[in-house]
């Protein structure tokens, strides 16, 4: 019998389906990865577990017993412990204080002393359970992130009930010989006979630690191994991650030959974000990067566009080169960035569409000054018919609409600036199917007049539109931009740095 | 907004000033006398005027409470340039002056350096105090106003109307085109809506917001040259008084049409001035007035916060409430 057993588990939002049949078993005393890209099922599963969500269908019992979760005090009670992807912690508190906050008092009571000393023997009683070596008495402010990712775990396990510890991309902050400390405490835990679910983008991480592995594919369980027997068998786990339809929501590729270099990058480094990142990107191409979240991506593309400063190598427009210090420098030069956040960074969601359309180029949106009111009504209606905006109403809010349909109005910005260059990153992070077929087919027509750059962590996006690839590993570039990178090696790239 | 809401709007505002005018009315006919309506948008230009400039610094999401104290450092070097003999044009330009650059000072400590707004703008606004104590040791300056012409700013009139609120209404105009008709007017409310989208949008953020409080300082010393024209002496509390009612008409203006502008402040104003008017004349005590403005301003930011208004809406097909 297994320490935590889930039958059949369903849960859908809306008309989407999170989870479909999913079975999943854990033993005491394994630690068990859980795979699968960004929206295959794994946080829908660990928010089931957790109490966040509650599951539509389905069973789960712990210890053979059958039990309802539903609420985070029932999995707490159920002995699950979570630790979030980013543990909130008090930096002026110390460690011992942080792990028993909110339960300072021993007694009952507004006027009951708050017990240091208590704390204190109650962390060295949680110590004595799970022999780590760590000084808890230093404020949390003061601790390397490793130690603060273990004050956030013996945080979750500070109840003497937890049996099942979930850690939900712990090492996605920690340096390499943290990482290690940290696989260290995760094998004293695994000792104690807990049972712990690791949740990681890095595959090379899994076999270093985790005895077994289940992978997650668009809501469903596709396959659980052992880590050994995978090994054995020399089983591909990207394949088993991705899908093996590519799906038809991508334009064809263009038959002819890209154009002219446009906008290249030699060199291109930024301390601690990204190093060394050289291409070249055509008229009449789409040249994608794909990379992990935290893998430099975000800041390489705001780099590019004068947001953030490089630190060494050279930008070059139209075989000029350039230097931006601001975006309205990037924008006059001809590069156009949508941006990974367009919530923060790309709309004013209070404002309507004329507004957010004509807000990157205002100089066209004016005449001495004044801004030209029916033009600019004209000029949005005509490209929120070229974007296919849903519904078209200039006149409304961006909040009120979906989020295709506001990554369309910020493409429509795009448009409206009339740019040689094309940032996209991750164009389609909530947006629906359909609305993603047609923002691709709009990337197919821009990269026809400019050079397109796509950059995402979803590995088939980027595969699926680009004419050539390259990965973003920790910040270094995988090789050089290729037409004939082949999706597993782009992916074996982006998730454990090889080239193949 | 559409235009259909814009009307909505504009006719609920018109429902509360007749609702007001009318119980005011009744209690005492002289409300709606000529004298009394002038005598009340004269009131009106001193506080419309300085808020205004305020509505800048609120569209872009700040605060600036140094005006009054600007405002009165404004008067003083206003009243001392005119009592040491100087032209009028230069006195009210040297006044004008103090306010823009005293705004910039506010502007780049809070843009380029990232001050906070609020503490910054106290402790330059204390500052314009203690300045304004340097002319005449406080004691208030009234030498050479009868002969200058400044009186003639408060006395004069300007196409059939009283020469204060003809400038208001020209502030008002300039106001209207900048924020609401140029390219401008995008980048402050864009500025205000979301600073990182607007300058990943290429907007100049920094300047923007410098702009903001150089036009509320700008503004400030603009209303405390009516005050001075109207009272006939510059001292150093002549802009205190201007704060509440600054700041209650642009978020009662705000409340009443859904965010900010040129024409809200000007309707919140008159909304304030009507009031303020109104109990003068039913001789209820000055000093209640202050009490009132205040429960005006915290009905009004409570209005405008998204989730009241935002239930209001769904209570009220139409919005009606009656402030006070």
Redesign the interface.
């Known amino acids: 019998m297994s320490l935590l057993e889930m039958r059949g588990i369903e849960k859908r939002f809306g008309d989407v389906r999170a989870l479909a049949d999913v079975d999943f078993e854990l033993e005491a005393g394994e630690i068990h990865a859980l795979l699968g890209v960004n929206g295959a099922g794994k946080s829908t599963l660990i928010k089931i577990l957790s109490g966040v969500y509650s599951k539509d269908r389905g069973s789960i019992r712990i210890a053979g017993d059958e039990i309802a979760l539903g609420a985070p005090r029932a999995a707490i009670e159920a002995g699950i412990a979570v630790v979030q992807q980013h543990p909130e912690l008090v930096g002026d508190l110390t460690g011992a204080e942080n792990i028993f906050l909110g339960q300072e008092h021993a007694r009952a009571g507004l006027f009951s002393p708050v017990n240091a000393r208590d704390i204190r023997s109650r962390a060295a009683r949680l110590l004595d359970r799970f022999p780590i070596d760590i000084d808890l008495d230093r404020r949390v402010e003061d601790m390397p992130a490793v130690d603060r990712e273990i004050v956030a775990i013996l945080h979750a396990l500070r109840l003497d009930s937890a049996r099942i510890l979930i850690l939900d991309e712990p090492t996605s902050t920690l340096t390499e010989r943290e990482k290690e400390s940290l696989f260290g405490m995760m094998r004293t835990l695994r000792a104690q006979g807990l049972a712990i679910i690791y949740i990681t983008h890095h595959l090379d991480e899994v076999f270093e630690i985790a005895d077994r592995f289940t992978v997650f594919r668009g809501g469903r369980r596709v396959a659980m191994h052992g880590v050994a027997e995978a090994r054995q068998a020399a089983i591909s786990i990207p394949n088993l991650m991705l899908d093996s339809v590519a799906g038809e929501v991508f334009p064809p590729r263009p038959t002819h030959a890209a154009g002219d270099i446009v906008f290249e990058a030699r060199g291109l480094t930024r301390q601690g974000d990204f190093q060394d990142v050289s291409f070249a990107a055509r008229r009449g191409e789409i040249l994608g990067i794909f990379g992990l979240v935290g893998s430099g991506l975000d800041e390489l593309s705001k780099a590019l566009?004068g947001?953030l400063r490089p630190d060494s190598g050279s930008l070059h427009l139209h075989g000029q080169q350039v230097a931006f210090r601001?975006?309205?420098q990037a924008?006059?030069a001809g590069v156009f960035?949508v941006?990974g956040d367009r919530r923060?960074?790309?709309?004013?969601?209070?404002?309507n569409v004329i507004?957010n359309t004509?807000?990157?180029?205002?100089?066209r949106?004016?005449l001495g000054?004044?801004?030209r009111f029916g033009r600019n009504r004209r000029d949005a209606a005509a490209l929120a018919a070229r974007v296919d905006l849903q519904p078209r109403k200039l006149?409304r809010p961006l909040r009120g609409y979906s989020g295709g349909n506001q990554q369309k109005v910020v493409i429509a910005?795009g448009l409206y600036r009339e740019a040689d260059v094309y940032i996209f990153v991750e164009p389609t992070v909530g947006v629906d199917i359909g609305a993603r077929a047609k923002i691709y087919a709009l990337m197919r027509e821009l990269s026809e007049k400019a050079a397109v750059i796509v950059m995402s962590s979803d590995c088939n996006e980027v595969f699926g539109i680009a004419d050539r690839t390259v990965a973003l590993y920790k910040g270094a570039p995988i090789g050089v931009p290729s037409r004939d990178t082949t999706r597993d090696h782009l992916l074996h790239a982006g998730i454990m740095g090889e080239a193949v | 907004m559409t235009r259909t809401t814009l009307f909505i709007r504009i006719l609920a505002f018109a429902a509360i000033v007749a609702v007001i005018a009318g119980l005011f009315w009744l209690q005492n006919p002289a409300f709606l006398s000529t004298g009394n309506i002038r005598a009340l948008m004269r009131h009106m230009s001193v506080n419309g005027v300085a808020a205004l400039g305020l509505t800048f610094v609120i569209v872009v999401r700040h605060f600036d409470l140094s005006f009054p104290g600007v405002a009165s450092l404004g008067a003083m070097t206003m009243g001392w340039l005119i009592a040491i003999g100087q032209p009028l044009s230069l006195a009210i330009g040297g006044g004008l002056a103090v306010g823009l650059l005293i705004g910039i000072f506010n502007g780049i400590a809070i843009a380029r350096f990232k001050l906070p707004d609020i503490v910054t703008t106290i402790a330059t606004g204390g500052l314009a105090i203690g300045f304004s104590y340097f002319y005449s040791n406080g004691t208030s300056i009234s030498r050479n106003f009868f002969m200058s012409g400044l009186l003639d700013i408060n006395d004069g009139r300007f196409l059939g109307l009283d020469r204060p609120f003809a400038i208001l209404l020209g502030a008002a105009l300039v106001g209207l085109l900048i924020l609401n008709a140029s390219r401008f007017g995008r980048a402050f409310y864009a500025t205000g809506e979301n600073r990182t989208a607007a300058w990943y949008s290429g907007v100049p953020v920094s300047a923007i917001v410098i702009a903001a409080f150089a036009l509320c300082g700008l503004c400030a010393c603009l209303s405390i040259v009516l005050l001075v024209a109207s009272s006939g002496a510059a001292n150093v509390s002549a802009g205190t008084q201007l704060l509440m009612p600054a700041f209650a008409a642009v978020y009662l203006g705000a409340a009443l049409f859904g965010r900010p502008s040129v024409l809200a402040t000007l309707a919140g104003t008159m909304l304030m001035s009507l009031m303020l008017n109104g109990f003068t004349l039913l001789a209820i005590p000055y000093y209640y007035s202050d009490a009132i403005v205040s429960t005006v301003l915290i009905l009004a930011i409570t209005c405008f916060d998204p989730r009241i208004s935002g239930a209001l809406r769904r209570l009220l097909p139409t919005r009606k409430e009656t402030p006070a």
């Open positions: 566009f947001a601001s975006p309205a924008l006059k960035l941006p923060t960074e790309g709309l004013s969601m209070q404002e507004f004509t807000l990157a180029n205002l100089g949106a004016s000054g004044f801004l006149d910005k």
